[in-house]
């Protein structure tokens, strides 16, 4: 991933806010129309980028001494208040890849107030840092706090910090993949570009409050975005996303409702013996979406030897989402970084997002340390410069609730190649589902197999999964051209299909 800096600096556009009273309005009357008047103004003049204001002691900072510094938790906003709140904020210090401050406020009924840096919320002895070092620096970041899984205990289910970057989990979760406000040019040869939250307003909550409410104004060279964040922790939490988007110059491609995960290896890319005794490392193992139509697409992800970009063209879609399907602990045998308590995160769009596709990149990754899988939405008509574009969605972070077709669903993809005699080096899949199957038709269930011209399928056999709970799919099958990819389809029908489509992209050899 790369690094998450954030920072603002909006000082002549506060000060005119501040002067009309619009920053110091009441809670009530506060909300996304002055965020969104930041952002169109910003949109209106050229990009400022502050500059870097850390001191060389905390440039030095490598990850984990900037991990080492530690927030005090009796100096949380809101802790201990009468009567008590559900949430409590906690805040990240500049320091490491995160060189610019985030401007942050709180709204209360009184007015709108500004939460200023204070050193003291830290212990940085750990980190082997001078606390006089922090002196005049501001926050990186927040996150948020509430009783999640037990009853009387704090539990983190929230965190902005970096970039666009937040991050969220449910009861039982722990923190995996991410989302990010936008992406912009992502993939392209131009260069990514990294728009970044640079100011946050927090909604002090109520004692009854069932959701944590944030602004934040988005910024950079090419767009600038007024967010809402109403964030609902659970079961599954989800964040209720509504923004207002501004383009300040030409975007090649424009990715909506981004999410950012990590694929090292998993079922169907297997370690080379004796590397690691981890069978699978990953945030994330494939992408689902969901059509208009009806039809559940699953893509299992890939750690390609180069980088690879897929989509799938759609209409109004129902949702995608970067899911964690491995779900049992002897699927990773990790004990640390317990990847099979990560979540997934599934988009669900809120009224018509019209015609666009949803976007798949993957990258060439060589460690667990980057993520090097992003998903999104593109929409068919980039928005003119200056005009506001609208989007409303939900992001769900899941793990025992997660959304899923109604029928059967890919549950592993196996991969392997052939050698034997009169193989001619074929290339064999094994396809579990697992799931109801009831069609239209009372026949046998049968399988359905496509591929690309860049491919001859050998043979293909649908089994009774060992347990008798679901069906093996094997196929095998033979490359023309080993430079070029090959797109494969696979479901399962009695009638009318049964299954979700497996849609799988074999990368150039």
């Keep these: ?37 930041l952002a169109k103004q910003r949109a209106a003049a050229a990009f400022t980028n502050p500059d870097a204001n850390l001191p060389p002691e905390l440039q030095r900072l490598d990850h984990d001494r900037y991990q080492a510094i530690a927030f005090k938790p009796d100096t949380a906003l809101w802790h201990g208040a009468k009567p008590p709140l559900p949430f409590t ?15 942050l406020h709180e709204i209360t009924p009184r007015g709108v107030h500004d939460l200023a840096f204070d050193p003291a919320q830290f212990d940085f002895g750990a980190a082997k840092v001078d606390p006089s070092a922090i002196q005049g620096l501001g926050y990186a970041g927040f996150r948020a706090t509430t009783a999640l899984n037990l009853p009387g205990q704090s539990d983190e289910f929230v965190s902005f910090l970096g970039a666009s970057y937040f991050r969220a989990i449910g009861k039982g979760q722990l923190y995996g993949l991410s989302a990010r406000g936008l992406a912009i040019d992502t993939a392209q040869a131009s260069g990514e570009e990294f728009p970044r939250f640079v100011e946050f307003w927090i909604e002090r909550p109520k004692p009854n409050a069932g959701q944590l409410v944030v602004y934040g104004l988005l910024d950079s060279p090419r767009a600038s975005g007024a967010y809402r964040f109403a964030i609902q922790p659970g079961v599954d939490t989800v964040v209720e996303v509504e923004a207002r988007i501004y383009l300040r110059d030409k975007v090649d491609k424009l990715g909506l409702a981004p999410l950012t995960s990590m694929y090292l290896r998993g079922a169907n890319q297997r370690t080379p013996s004796g590397e690691d005794y981890r069978p699978e490392v990953h945030d994330s193992d494939g992408l689902s979406v969901q059509s208009d139509g009806g039809e559940w697409i699953w893509r299992p992800l890939l ?20 899911m964690q399907r491995a779900r049992g602990f002897d699927r990773y045998e990790d004990l640390q970084t ?13 009224g018509d997002w019209g015609a666009g596709r949803v976007e798949l990149v993957m990258i060439p990754a060589q460690d667990e340390t980057n993520d090097n899988i992003v998903a999104y939405w593109v929409p068919a008509t980039t928005p003119a410069l200056q005009q506001p574009l609208a989007l409303k969605y939900r992001v769900h972070w899941q793990k025992d609730q997660e959304t899923q077709p109604p029928f059967a669903r890919v549950v592993q993809t196996r991969q392997g190649t052939r050698s034997a005699r009169n193989d001619e080096h074929s290339i064999g899949f094994a396809i579990d589902f697992a799931g109801p199957l009831d069609g239209d038709g009372d026949g046998e269930v049968e399988a359905v197999v496509g591929a690309d011209a860049n491919a001859q399928a050998l043979q293909h056999s649908l089994k009774p999964s060992a347990d008798g709970a679901g069906w093996r799919l094997s196929l095998r099958l033979k490359r023309n051209d080993d430079a070029k990819p090959v797109e494969l389809r696979a479901y399962l029908k009695r009638g009318a299909a049964v299954s979700e489509t497996w849609s799988y992209v074999l990368p150039p050899n």
């Design 89 to 103: 904020l906690a805040f990240f210090p500049q320091g490491w890849a995160f060189d610019r401050p985030v401007g």
């Design 338 to 350: 317990r990847y099979d308590l990560h979540p997934s995160a599934w988009v669900e769009p809120i």
């Design 1 to 37: 991933m790369p690094p998450r800096p954030a920072s603002p600096a909006l000082l002549c556009l506060l000060f005119a806010f501040c002067a009309t009273g619009a920053l110091h309005a009441s809670a009530a009357g506060f909300g996304l129309k002055d965020v969104d008047a």
């Design 303 to 322: 750690n390609p030897k180069r980088l690879l970009v897929t989509s799938f063209a759609q209409t109004h879609p129902r949702g995608f989402g970067l």
